[in-house]
T-cell receptor, first 113, second 116 residues
Framework: DGGITQSPKYLFRKEGQNVTLSCEQNLNHDAMYWYRQDPGQGLRLIYY???????QKGDIAEGYSVSREKKESFPLTVTSAQKNPTAFYLC????????????FGPGTRLTVT | AQSVTQLDSQVPVFEEAPVELRCNYSSSVSVYLFWYVQYPNQGLQLLLK??????LVKGINGFEAEFNKSQTSFHLRKPSVHISDTAEYFC??????????????FGQGTELSVKP
């Protein structure tokens, strides 16, 4: 089955540690996105990538980093510089061309204490 | 710049009653509009989308939405809700420009709570 996988589902870290969230897709989509979700604030775009080896900052990129070495993979690193990292993180992808809907993974809930 | 406002943060409704979730958007250019549904601790699933053509769009699970350009609205409706429709619903907008990277701008979400 085609889709987007995110692992792990739940992640716990101590303050001051970097942590990497995985996102893999087998939909052959060109573009991939990372969103952060907090209660009552909807989804906010962290980073996005339209092609391999290229990515752009979204609205809240500070304290995060990404890489796009393969078309299928778009990992997100939450660094110790992110002041409030506890949140639900969602990865999405879309095909290039005229279809504008994004397809979402199941999400990773990160808790930093 | 584009923005999306969902006018109700919570909507309680009884089972089998009709429901309308309201969404207004702001944009100086033509847009594409979407409604997504999110069940607890899950990702988002596309309910329906408006790209062009007929302003009444039908989606999955019996939902429909009407695009109103003059009122810049895209309200979601269902004539009779079920307990299983309890979820959070997000309205989103995307501009037509390729150099915007296909980004979606989301509203704050509306929690639909269906009571027996």
């Amino acid at each position: 089955d085609g889709g987007i996988t995110q692992s792990p589902k739940y992640l716990f870290r101590k303050e001051g540690q970097n942590v990497t969230l995985s996102c893999e897709q087998n939909l052959n989509h060109d573009a991939m996105y990372w969103y952060r979700q907090d209660p009552g604030q909807g989804l906010r775009l962290i980073y996005y990538s339209q092609i391999v080896n290229d990515f752009q900052k979204g609205d809240i990129a500070e304290g995060y980093s990404v890489s796009r070495e393969k078309k299928e993979s778009f990992p997100l690193t939450v660094t110790s510089a992110q002041k409030n990292p506890t949140a639900f993180y969602l990865c999405a992808s879309k095909t290039s061309g005229g279809s504008y809907e994004q397809y979402f993974g199941p999400g990773t809930r990160l808790t930093v204490t | 710049a584009q923005s999306v406002t969902q006018l109700d943060s919570q909507v309680p409704v009884f089972e089998e009653a009709p429901v309308e979730l309201r969404c207004n958007y702001s944009s100086s250019v033509s847009v594409y509009l979407f409604w997504y549904v999110q069940y607890p601790n899950q990702g988002l699933q596309l309910l329906l989308k408006y790209l062009s053509g007929s302003t009444l769009v039908k989606g999955i699970n019996g939902f429909e939405a009407e695009f109103n350009k003059s009122q810049t609205s895209f309200h979601l409706r269902k004539p009779s809700v079920h307990i299983s429709d309890t979820a959070e619903y997000f309205c989103a907008v995307s501009g037509p420009y390729p150099n915007q990277g296909g980004k979606l701008i989301f509203g704050q979400g509306t929690e639909l709570s269906v009571k027996p």
